[in-house]
């Protein structure tokens, strides 16, 4: 069965410095990639998304991923963070019948200090 | 486009109780999806529906839970005999068959379950 790891529960960070959230996932075939930010009591956005091609890919917000096959990682990126990336952080892998059903990580709470 | 609607966005029931919530999607979207978040934790799947199909079921899902999609729109989630157990972040979220990866999900608020 398919799994994610998101090995830090919270990460705090100054506003301005440069952002990595580690990912990493478990499946036995092609894995279709995603990170997800939820912020308080709302739902759940997508950032990006990775299926093929280019292992680098550009989402919303000025974050960007690297997907490793030999790390089995999807680890996300952004160069300078602001005090509204707070949020809660979801790196999710595409499995289960027909590939619709997203598995989840536990989340990494992002704090960024002034 | 409202994107995608839950109501109520809380409830507070008593143990025993049962509970209904209702999902409406982005109205082209033809899949709509059950998740349960609970606390630090990510998003479980539930169910999900392919117009009126309920096309897979969660282990999760136990007995006491049925969902419903009668007319391929809106979805409900009916919790029967809630337990404390059942308190978590119900997630609704809707996508296109074929965009399903290319386009991913959009979620709902979703509605916060309180079992006291």
């Known amino acids: 069965a398919q799994s994610v790891t998101q090995p830090d529960i919270h990460i705090t960070v100054s506003e301005g410095a440069s952002l990595e959230l580690r990912c990493n996932y478990s499946?036995?075939?092609?894995?279709?990639l995603f990170w997800y930010v939820q912020s308080p009591g709302q739902g759940l956005q997508l950032l990006l998304k990775y299926f093929s091609g280019d292992t680098l890919v550009q989402g919303i917000k000025g974050f960007e991923a690297e997907f490793k096959r030999s790390q089995s990682s999807f680890n996300l990126r952004k160069p300078s963070v602001h005090w509204s990336d707070a949020a809660e952080y979801f790196c999710?892998?595409?499995?289960?019948?027909?590939?619709?059903?997203?598995?989840f990580g536990k989340g990494t709470m992002l704090l960024v200090s002034p | 486009d409202t994107g995608v609607s839950q109501d109520p966005r809380h409830k507070i029931t008593k143990r025993g109780q049962n509970v209904t919530f209702r999902c409406d999607p982005i109205s082209e979207h033809n899949r709509l999806y059950w998740y349960r978040q609970t606390l630090g934790q990510g998003p479980e799947f539930l169910t999900y529906?392919?117009?009126?199909?309920?096309?897979?079921k969660s282990r999760l899902l136990s007995d006491r839970f049925s969902a419903e999609r009668p007319k391929g729109s809106f979805s409900t989630l009916e919790i029967q005999r809630t337990e404390q157990g059942d308190s978590a972040m119900y997630l609704c979220a809707s996508s296109l068959v074929a965009g399903v990866w290319n386009y991913g999900y959009t979620f709902g608020s979703g509605t916060r379950l309180t079992v006291v």
């Open positions: 499946y036995g075939a092609t894995p279709y």
């Open positions: 999710a892998v595409g499995a289960g019948s027909g590939y619709s059903t997203l598995t």
């Open positions: 529906f392919q117009n009126e199909a309920q096309l897979e």
